[in-house]
């Protein structure tokens, strides 16, 4: 287990020195998302803590349905008060690692795709936030038409959907065709927060959610978890968690 978490830490490198000075253009959007916490409140908790799936968090017990209704009103203060100041705390930075098995050799560590087990009440907040973020992307335009990952209403088929219309109307046209499929080797984990946090500031993400972002970003930690037993807690220096409501967006 020590191994997996340390192979785990190794393929999230810190960014080396030639990419620092990275530079993006200025905000192209204002007033992004800085009053939508505020006019959340309880209606954006409850709802979220209804929903909780106990197997996608590591604490014992899930407070939903029967607990939900008390737990709405301090948590949104708790909520508000987190996002005002621009800090999560240290606790709710923490993962515990589910390592799934990809591909090659199950005795190698570095085979193995790591999932990030958080605390649920981290999650109802990202769940939160996210939603406002997604809402704002579309109203400005900022979501590209033919992005199918991610994105409500959208998967995968659809895009396969497309081009193979595309194709076939192509073939039948007598018409070539070339195509070129790309694929980023562990594009969650090896995200640079520096140049995440600009791309985000250059679309306009800035004030009070610039700064929960970037807190939320750094000095995480995570243990592997197996057969019940966590290893040691490793610093996470670069990419997004994978298993956050955040990380896809």
């Not at 800085?34 to 409140?41: K, N």
């Not at 980023?184 to 800035?206: C, E, M, Y």
Request: aromatic content about 8%.
């Amino acid at each position: 287990m020590p191994k997996l978490g340390v192979c785990i830490k190794i393929l999230c490198p810190k960014p080396i020195a030639f990419c620092t000075h990275l530079t993006l253009s200025q905000p192209t959007v204002s007033g992004f998302c800085v009053l939508f916490f505020c006019e959340s409140g309880e209606l954006g908790v409850k709802p979220r803590l209804r929903f909780c799936n106990r197997s996608r968090w590591h604490q014992p017990i899930c407070p939903k349905k029967k607990c939900s209704s008390a737990l709405a009103h301090p948590l949104s203060v708790l909520f508000i008060l987190s996002f005002a100041q621009g800090h999560l705390p240290s606790a709710w930075k923490s993962a515990n690692i589910t390592a799934l098995h990809k591909k090659g050799a199950k005795s190698d560590p570095c085979n193995y795709r790591p999932i990030s087990l958080l605390p649920i009440i981290s999650k109802v907040m990202e769940s939160i936030i996210a939603s406002d973020i997604k809402s704002s992307l579309f109203a400005n335009g900022l979501i590209f038409d033919h992005k199918f990952g991610f994105r409500p209403g959208h998967s995968t088929m659809d895009m396969l959907l497309l081009l193979s219309q595309q194709w076939m109307e192509d073939l039948n046209a007598r018409r070539e065709i070339r195509a070129i499929s790309l694929d980023i080797s562990r594009a969650f984990d090896t995200v640079w927060h520096p140049a995440l946090l600009t791309k985000l500031s250059s679309n306009g993400i800035q004030g009070h959610l610039d700064s929960w972002l970037t807190d939320f970003l750094s000095c995480r930690s995570q243990h592997v978890a197996l057969n019940g037993v966590l290893s040691s807690p490793l610093p996470v220096q670069a990419g997004v968690p994978q298993g956050s409501v955040l990380g896809p967006v």
